[in-house]
């Protein structure tokens, strides 16, 4: 139970009647202490009888608590000024004005993207579960509700080489380009998000890493999963509807992309 201290305008004194008058109806329980600051005198304690209270009574027309007192005040001033402690049923809290906006409201810093709110209530279908971004732009992601690719027989790495190559004994449906995410596997490196570069056949597929492996044989395990993603599609540079983005034609081609902005990528960042 929190305490409460009445200040000067919440109480008058009655010093000849020996009476405190306070405002609102408080049971007479909850008065704890009451001082006379001028000469230095408690005049109430709730706990010594010799300074209790003769008696309350709520006065409706007023809205005040008439509080009589044991003690003696008649020798005393009724502008005497008093410290008055009661119990209260809650603490009451005021921001301070620089907390606070013109319109009297908390201040308040709002989260500038999905991933920093509403965690505390558990993952939602709603918000990203996962996201990638290249330059602070979202580039890649998966949620709670994608379904990771059943049957994976080997997650199989070369040393010294950026390819990584994916078996399952069921067809992964996944075509040259998909983004997928991979977790689980013994090597850091192969870990994350990646686009796929080759599919052989229905039952194998590749992507590049973004360094050459360090390791070679299989580096799947119990917990291996990897997972269909999306590409977020509100975040694409804008470029030139007629030239902004050309072929060379070569095998493999070199594609150029002309933004209208100072773009921000730099070399091997994923696009």
């Known amino acids: 139970m929190a305490n409460r201290k009445l200040f000067?305008?919440?109480y008058r004194f009655d010093a000849s009647e020996r009476t405190?008058?306070?405002k609102g109806n408080i049971n007479a329980e909850k008065f704890l202490l009451i001082t006379n600051v001028n000469v230095n005198t408690i005049i109430y304690n709730f706990a010594d009888p010799t300074i209790g209270y003769a008696?309350?009574?709520?006065?409706?027309?007023?809205?005040?608590?008439?509080?009589?007192?044991?003690a003696d005040t008649t020798a005393m001033n009724d502008t005497d000024i008093l410290q008055i402690f009661i119990a209260t049923?809650?603490?009451e809290i005021t921001p301070a004005e620089d907390i606070l906006d013109p319109v009297g409201k908390m201040r308040v810093s709002t989260p500038e993207n999905l991933i920093d709110t509403d965690f505390e209530y558990g993952l939602q279908g709603t918000k990203w579960e996962t996201l990638q971004t290249v330059n602070n732009i979202p580039t890649i992601y998966?949620?709670?509700?994608?379904?990771?690719?059943?049957?994976?027989?080997?997650?199989?790495?070369?040393n010294g080489s950026k390819n990584i190559k994916v078996s399952t004994s069921i067809q992964h449906g996944l075509n040259i380009g998909d983004p997928i995410s991979v977790q689980g596997v013994s090597q850091y490196q192969a870990e994350g998000y990646f686009i796929v570069t080759a599919v052989p056949n229905p039952t194998e597929f590749f992507f590049e890493l973004d360094v050459p492996a360090n390791f070679s044989g299989d580096i799947s395990g119990s917990y291996t999963t990897i997972i269909?993603?999306?590409?977020?599609?509100?975040?694409?540079?804008p470029v030139s509807t007629a030239d902004g983005a050309t072929?060379?034609?070569g095998s493999p081609s070199l594609i150029s992309v002309e933004t209208g902005n100072t773009h921000g990528i730099v070399a091997g960042s994923k696009v």
């Open 20 to 22: 405190v008058f306070v």
């Open 142 to 158: 998966s949620n709670s509700g994608d379904v990771p690719i059943d049957g994976i027989a080997s997650v199989d790495a070369i």
């Open 55 to 70: 008696g309350k009574f709520y006065n409706q027309e007023t809205d005040e608590t008439e509080f009589t007192l044991v």
């Open 247 to 249: 072929t060379d034609g």
């Open 228 to 237: 269909p993603g999306k590409f977020y599609e509100g975040s694409t540079l």
């Open 89 to 91: 049923d809650y603490e």
């Open 8 to 10: 000067v305008g919440n």
